[in-house]
């Protein structure tokens, strides 16, 4: 019999918790409904030995399991008989994140990233060859592109392909020890096959990085000729994931084994591609696999759902210290305070809660783009991508450890799963994409934006352009805007979205001037070096616009007025804890006056009181199962 904890305080609530819960599952409420069906079966119990062999056993068999029931053709091509259906294939992906992250991870790599490199970089013979033992998972594969010397760099990779025209083969080569391939998902176990990144050289001429099918194990899971692996062993989490590190020694494949979405090398050893520009045509290789970055959001941001449900729960049942004796009520001496009426558990929980659901709504918006913009021009989204996927995962590595602190030791027990959410979510903040590097690249993606907006102006209309700007700016320090103090006022969301605009085109501006000043007398590289703050800076203003404006949109769409109040309260809470965030710059830059950000600390705090009253409905509305939630203090 497990432990007999008091029961969750539930008040009555506003809204229907079902309700809400019917608007998260969106679109893709049946397949979210056949996974959560598929995780709570006995057979999906959580592993809870210590034993890293026998972890990985289990999550291969759970592997397996899964693409039995076909959940791994979603996306593959039609002409193979699958769906080709991103969207549905993240909400499965972000379902199964409400079960144990080892296993979400490496669906990643087996479909996301082997599959979906294959699917996305080749044609139809790598298509027919691989897709379909891949989908069902009787060919494991990996994603060889990471490098001990070069992750985030990817175009200054070392492993070499040189074409051998005699033998109709690429030679596949680390030429040093930094060369190897490393953290590579099923490498360390159980992959059998990898997409190999590597600079191809063809007639003694580089043509950049390009991606190779290389068979590294046998059927047996014997290790071939000229291949090299080691075990990266324990890590800090996830470790029922088999990573290692690889090198190649002379390996040869056909010459057919290159995939040649973008380029190719014909029969003839002739190189040939009808993207001129190697860095296009980098890119373009690069942008097919933007997906993951969305994926690990989306499972990132239902880990986060899962520490919060357990925290605000356990905070609706535990109590700690009380009023005095003599006003308290029975013989048992005083009435001790629920942890989720004290406002500093309220400061730690509900602002974290209120970014979940705008996370939640951003990336709905930007897996309605993924599906849609698959030929168009993939910049605005990738930045999109990019930014999103580093505010979620940052997000949710702050949020699971308050979690953790709220639970108090309790939260330290294995069996209350707080220490494996962490633990696991911790490397997302720099897998598919270091966030630091991530967010650099999205300020850069925004210079280069305004850069080709302003392209074709005369000197005169861009003097005009910046005078605008800085008009507008001056408006926004008017003693009239910055005296704006009502509740009314403050708590409208016109005037939150003004905020974070003003903050991310006054940033914008501030960069693009500095950038222009240091390209004088400096190299490109060099000046976005020395900006490296100010690009953070940046990038963290768009992309808190960006989510809040979809929170927004959303809110304004809904037809169910409880939930729509209810979310309404929410957006307030993440836009003024966004603006309160960064009241530092406010004041700074002559938006805000003391008492305006005074006044809005104070409105965040009556915010948080509010959602107090229903986060436990709130939390209930995220629809996961007990079995997965585990967690004897979150269990009534």
Known sequence: M?????????????FDPAALQRLLDGDQVEIRNQVKKLITQPAFRYYDGTDIDGYRTQVLRWVKQIADT??????????LGGEENPAKFIAAFETLAFHDFSLVIKLGVQYGLFGGSIQLLGTEYHHQKYLPDCASAKLMGCFAMTEIGHGSNVQALETIAVYDKESDAFIINS??????????????RDGRVATVFAQLEVNAQRQGVHAFVVPIRDENGKTLPGIRIEDNDVKLGLNGV???????DEVRVPRIEMLNRFANVTDKGEYVSDIESPSTRFFTMIGTLVGGRVS????????????????????ARRRQFGPPKSVSVGAGGSTETLLLDYPAHQRRLLPPLANVFAIDFALKHLIQELAAKR?????????????????ATWNATHTIQTCRECCGGEGYIAANRLAALKADTDICTTFEGDNTVLMQLVAKNILTELKEKIKGMQPAQITRFFLDHKINALFKQNP??????????????????????FRESVTLLACAQKFKKLAKSEDAYTAFTTMQRELLDLARAYVGRVILERFVEVVSTIEDEPVKKTLARLCHLFALSQIELNRAWYLENGVFSGAKSRTITQLVDRLCREVRKEAVALVDAFGIPDACLAAPIALD
């Open 2 to 14: 497990g432990p007999m904890y008091p029961p969750i305080e539930r008040k009555a609530t506003t």
């Open 70 to 79: 076909g959940i791994g053709r979603i996306g593959m091509p039609r002409s």
């Open 175 to 188: 030429p040093s020890y930094s060369a190897g391939k490393t953290y590579i998902g099923n490498a360390g």
């Open 242 to 248: 088999d990573n290692g590190q690889i090198w190649f």
């Open 296 to 315: 690990i959001a989306a499972g990132s941001n239902n880990v986060c759902k899962s520490a919060l449900t357990i925290a605000v729960r356990y905070a």
């Open 375 to 391: 030929s168009e021009d993939m910049r605005p989204f990738e930045t999109m991508a990019a930014a999103i996927k580093a505010f």
């Open 480 to 501: 009239l805007f910055r005296r704006t103090r009502s509740d009314d006022q403050l708590l409208d969301s016109e005037f939150h979205l003004t905020m974070m605009r």
